[in-house]
């Protein structure tokens, strides 16, 4: 059964920083795009950053390039979000998902399987 499992959220100050995980198995890791995708109340879902698939580049989104980076640790089966320089208007639920054809950011462009999300809260 495909799973993926987000953790490492929470509260954090304005500036400060976070790593969030998603854990995945049963299915082949490095055969998937992953991306890092979050949806604050009242707003649509919104895409963060992807890894491509073998892990070979990364792609963000121009809001948070520079402060935030994607990364994997293919024998773990993890994929990793780096937040760095946190703005209140990072507060989201955030989600990642995996797609065999995903091929962008938007979070209907080929993403199949997702997390359940995880709360990261950013006070001002």
């Known amino acids: 059964e495909v799973q993926l499992a987000e953790s490492g959220g929470g509260l954090v100050q304005a500036g400060g920083s976070l790593r969030l995980s998603c854990a995945t198995s049963?299915?082949?890791?490095?055969?998937?795009?992953i991306g890092w995708f979050r949806q604050a109340p009242g707003k649509e879902r919104e895409g963060v950053a992807y890894?491509?698939?073998?892990?070979?580049?990364?792609y963000y989104a121009d809001s948070v390039k520079g402060r935030v980076t994607i990364s994997s640790d293919i024998a773990k089966n993890t994929v990793y979000l780096q937040m760095n320089n946190l703005k209140p208007e990072d507060t989201a639920v955030y989600y990642c998902?995996?797609?065999?054809?995903?091929?962008?950011?938007?979070?209907?462009?080929?993403?199949?399987?997702w997390g359940q999300g995880v709360q990261v809260t950013v006070a001002s």
């Open positions: 998902g995996a797609g065999f054809f995903a091929y962008g950011l938007g979070p209907d462009e080929g993403y199949e399987h």
């Open positions: 890894i491509s698939k073998y892990s070979d580049s990364q």
């Open positions: 049963g299915f082949t890791f490095i055969d998937y795009q």
